[in-house]
């Protein structure tokens, strides 16, 4: 797809068409990226934009168009750098001009970045505590009855150190059991009176085997409630094949406002955080699981849901890290979960939900991408017979 977006924009240059050409490579490629995400079980993953996600001026650009908006000035730069190039001989006060104004466009979002990231976040700090466990026989599912059982009790006296230490929630990672319906009510109680006990809210992943499905589930205990359970939507094929995905959120209204939760995967796709986002979800607390080798790229894709829908995210993988980050898409806190046999880390993060343009308009700018893309491949098919442009042509 990207050799057929060079070849698109060469073959409009060297017809003189430098518009649709500077157009044609951007274009074309973030409609890729948005098809990809509609139809593909990676959804957003293969965005160029991920690879700014420590460009925090930069980053915050996804608060108005999403990932798409980063990638399309991504490729629009070379574009306007190849066409400066072939023009500059011919034509410089062109090619100046027209660097000119992609350095004025880049310049203005990185203004932008720099006066979001200096507004303060504001919201209530929260105390979160975060627990993960790579040792071996850890970093699977373990299998139901005693074996969960006796995991769930760790985890449990991890969480209960972290409660005595200020922690207000705890998130353990993605799928640490197996629960089975009618099997296994002890697993269940051990982190039901863990929160009891210490007034913490603790969320912890595990398949739930349930009468009518299995579940990649997030069990949400509550203080002296029943648990509540949300059930993730997005499954890595072919490992998550069996489980049924989700269809509703799972919100809770605390004193610090209003959380949210996911699992992993879910963090990859935008349409999910962007319900969140517009049910006021200030903090997004999430159980994953990463695989060593992808902790610093997957395990950091939910940054940019954080600052696309204006909230914090807390998240706990096993095999990767377990970190905390605010809804401008700054790293508060971090740990590796290879450092210890159970990795811990206590952070304060801010709950507090910033409205977004992206988040009240969704994918609109990807849209704009298909659009133009559309009027390029028009302009290609009108031009296609003219002679070639002599300033474009290579020497």
Not at 43 to 52: H, M
């Amino acid at each position: 797809m990207f050799t057929v977006a060079v070849l698109l924009f060469r073959a409009l240059l060297r017809r003189g068409a430098h518009v649709s050409a500077l157009l044609a490579l951007p274009a074309t490629w973030v409609s890729f990226e948005y098809i990809a995400n509609l139809t593909s079980s990676s959804g957003t993953a293969v965005s160029l934009a991920y690879s700014q996600l420590r460009f925090l001026p930069f980053l915050q650009l996804a608060a108005l168009t999403g990932p798409w908006g980063m990638s399309f000035l991504l490729l629009l730069f070379p574009a306007t750098v190849a066409i400066g190039i072939a023009l500059y001989r011919g034509a410089p006060r062109h090619a100046i001009r027209l660097i000119g104004v992609n350095l004025a466009v880049l310049a203005a979002v990185l203004i932008f970045g720099a006066v979001r990231l200096a507004t303060p976040v504001g919201g209530q700090l929260l105390k979160v505590g975060l627990v993960a466990s790579d040792a071996p026989g850890n970093d699977d599912v373990a299998a139901k009855g005693a074996p969960t059982a006796a995991l769930l009790q760790t985890y449990a006296d991890a969480a209960t150190k972290l409660a005595s230490q200020g922690a207000e929630a705890v998130v353990i990672p993605e799928k640490i059991g197996t629960l089975v319906d009618g099997e296994s009510p002890a697993s269940d109680a051990t982190l039901q009176s863990m929160a009891d006990r210490s007034g913490v809210t603790l969320v912890a992943g595990a398949d739930h085997m349930a009468a009518d499905a299995e579940y990649n589930a997030a069990r949400v205990y509550v203080p002296h409630a029943a648990a509540l359970e949300y059930h993730k939507e997005h499954m890595l094929p072919p490992f998550e094949l069996k489980f049924t995905p989700g269809k509703t959120l799972t919100l809770l209204s605390r004193p610090s406002g209003t959380w949210g939760v996911a699992i992993c995967k879910d963090m990859d796709f935008t349409g999910l955080s962007q319900r969140y986002g517009h049910a006021g979800a200030g903090l997004m607390l999430v159980p994953a699981w990463d695989f060593d080798v992808d902790w610093i790229f997957h395990g950091h894709i939910a940054l940019m849901r954080g600052v696309e829908n204006g909230f914090s995210i807390v998240r706990a993988a096993k095999n990767g890290s377990l970190y905390v980050s605010d809804n401008r898409g700054r790293v508060l806190a971090e740990v590796r979960t290879n450092t210890a046999p159970f990795a811990t880390l206590l952070a304060d993060v801010p709950v507090a939900h910033a409205t977004t343009l992206y988040q009240l308009l969704g994918n609109w700018f990807a849209w704009v991408a298909c659009a133009l893309l559309l009027w390029v491949i028009m302009q290609w098919l009108r031009l296609r017979k003219r002679p070639l442009d002599e300033l474009a042509r290579p020497t």
